[in-house]
């Protein structure tokens, strides 16, 4: 039944509304289509019983009448999320079998909705990296590959278990979070929209923590509308966070399709980058005669500490990291390597849980955060951080939203960047600067480059100002009419 | 600013992870290579400038100052890696 899993999540939920077909028909297709891509990675635990129990209970409740927003419809979870009594790993061997007792605010108001899981994605380990490498499980493989090749390429990090089952239809939508760009890069890389909303717009709960002032949670889907509708069902306030903002959910999915005429979006110049690919740079040339074609009014703005972004993120997200992972020590929860002594323990159980790139992270915000070191790199990065808070402010009082490519670059080869981190984390050079600020930001699916992959546009908005970033997201999708599919080879 | 071998070893011992002698010269080399790079902050004036701690403008919310769970060592204790009765178990850490 592979058109149930091509539906859009807005006709598979008209669909079920109109009793064209059942959750547990939907959910069956989606669960086959999962076990039939295994090749993929994208899925690191499979949950197919949970899934077809929870399938059947929507269509009871659809027949009593009290179906949910988003009741029946298959989504995927990434494995950041705390999900009650089902693995959660954040794809970290230190984690172990580790069973939450408990169940995230993002899951919890999804499956309100009436959502079904169909299982856990795969990601980069703690959400740290650009290209699913990271991840304990192994990488994700990207549906798409080069036109003319058959080389394994990489879907993006960190959710890239979440963007490739979207892409791959082995799901309507998925849950996914950007620290530093992890749903838009991958969202940019499989030909999918992926939205971080406002910092504080999603309740952090049951999320596994990287960099605390920096997560929020968000969709990815395979249209603005499908992003729209899964956004206005994870967020809203929750005292469990104590930076959740006690702000109205608006319904997102109305903002899109909305005349984007008399808009004033930004084009801001710094982030025309040296050695960014000339197709890049088309398909933002592309993105700015469609927003003028629609009504817009395009305004050269300056961000001028664009650059300096990244390197002060490389401070403040391993800071908090490694204040945040000080808590996987081997006692409470996870795997434990015994030691002669509590600190051998801790050692030894630290040294073998944690990868190669969250070790580096945590000793790199270990040095910045120790005395003698703490003024020069963690106060002077926090300080940076206000000049590029301060440039988006500035840049707002003239302009409404931002366009901006989301990554530099299609998606590269599986190993091509995995020996330079630096050169990896240059991936995000134009999401970072977006959780810096706190700002929404969405990436959707603009086009594709001469070897016929995905390119994606980033489009950002002010705080809490999500609507204003759909209806230009919209304008985009209807303008690129982007229908490119990756060819099934799994 | 480029750190060396003794310096990861003290860091890495604050960070309660062990890494094998062999492996700190290489480590030293990978951190120095990001660290120069982060170097370029000297850069940006940021003279009176407030360091800026969190992007929510909201005040931080007080809750009243009472249990809202707890009393169920059973799922606190779940996941435990070694356990004896309601106890969490560590290696001896009192002679």
């Known amino acids: 039944m592979s058109e149930l899993t091509s539906l859009t999540l807005k006709a598979a939920l008209d669909g079920l509304a109109g009793k064209r077909f059942s959750s547990a028909e939907l959910t069956q297709a989606h669960v086959d289509a999962v076990a039939a891509a295994r090749p993929l990675n994208a899925y690191i635990l499979e949950t197919p019983e949970k899934a077809l129990d929870m399938a059947r209970a929507s269509d009871a409740r659809r027949a009593r009448g009290e179906a949910g927003r988003l009741d029946g419809a298959p989504l995927g979870i990434k494995d950041l999320f705390c999900t009650e009594g089902v693995r959660s790993t954040a794809c970290s061997k230190i984690l172990g079998e580790f069973k939450p007792t408990y169940e995230s605010t993002v899951t919890t108001n999804l499956w309100r909705d009436g959502a079904v899981m169909l299982g856990k994605l795969n990601m980069d380990e703690f959400a740290m990296g650009s290209s699913n490498e990271t991840s304990a499980f192994g990488p994700v493989v990207n549906p798409w590959r080069a036109s003319g090749g058959n080389a394994p390429l990489t879907p993006g990090g960190s959710s890239g278990g979440s963007a490739a089952a979207v892409a791959a239809e082995l799901c309507l939508g998925a849950t996914a979070t950007d620290t530093g760009g992890s749903i838009r890069q991958p969202a940019a890389f499989t030909g999918t929209v992926g939205i971080k909303p406002t910092y504080g717009r999603v309740s952090r709960w049951g999320i596994v923590a990287f960099a605390s002032s920096l997560d929020q949670a968000g969709p990815i889907a395979r249209t603005v509308e499908d992003a729209a509708i899964l956004l206005s069902s994870m967020a809203g306030h929750d005292p469990k966070d104590s930076t959740s903002l006690d702000v109205e959910t608006p319904d997102f999915a109305s903002f899109v399709g909305k005349s984007v005429k008399g808009l004033r979006v930004g084009v801001p110049k710094e982030y025309r980058v040296d050695g960014m690919p000339p197709e890049v740079d088309a398909i933002w040339e592309q993105g700015i005669a469609w927003l003028k074609e629609a009504g817009c009014e395009i305004v050269e703005v300056s961000l001028p500490h664009t650059k300096y972004a990244l390197p002060a993120y490389y401070i403040v997200a391993p800071a908090e990291a490694s204040s945040n992972l000080a808590r996987y020590d081997g006692v409470r929860y996870g795997s434990r390597v015994e030691g002669s002594n509590l600190t051998e323990m801790y050692e030894a159980t630290r040294a073998t849980g944690f990868g190669a790139e969250v070790k580096r992270r945590i000793l790199i915000g270990t040095y910045v955060l120790s005395a003698g070191y703490y003024d020069a790199y963690y106060l002077k990065a926090l300080k940076v951080r206000r000049r590029i808070a301060d440039d988006f402010d500035q840049a707002f009082e003239k302009v409404d939203a931002l366009l901006t490519p989301t990554a530099p670059s299609a998606a590269f080869g599986l190993g091509d960047k995995s020996d330079d981190p630096v050169a990896m984390y240059l991936n995000d050079i134009f999401t970072v600067t977006v959780n810096l600020a706190g700002l929404p930001g969405i990436s959707v699916p603009a086009g594709t480059d001469a070897n016929g992959l995905p390119l994606g546009l980033q489009l950002i908005g002010k705080a809490l100002d999500e609507g204003t970033v759909f209806s230009l997201a919209g304008a985009i999708e209807k303008a690129a009419d982007f229908k490119a599919k990756p060819a099934k080879w799994w | ?95």
Do not use: C, Y
Request: charged letters at 30%; proline letters at 6%.
């Open chain 2, 1 to 95: 600013m480029a750190i060396d071998a003794a310096t990861v070893r003290k860091v890495a011992k604050l960070a309660r992870i062990a890494e094998p002698e062999d492996k700190l010269e290489a480590l030293s080399k990978e951190l120095s290579g990001i660290l120069n790079w982060i170097e370029q902050l000297n850069e940006v004036d940021t003279d009176g400038v407030e360091p800026m701690t969190t992007a929510v403008h909201a005040k931080l919310p007080m809750r009243d100052d009472v249990v809202t769970e707890g009393g169920d060592p059973e799922r606190v204790l779940a996941n435990a890696p070694k356990r004896a009765g309601a106890f969490f178990v560590v290696p001896k850490v009192v002679e």
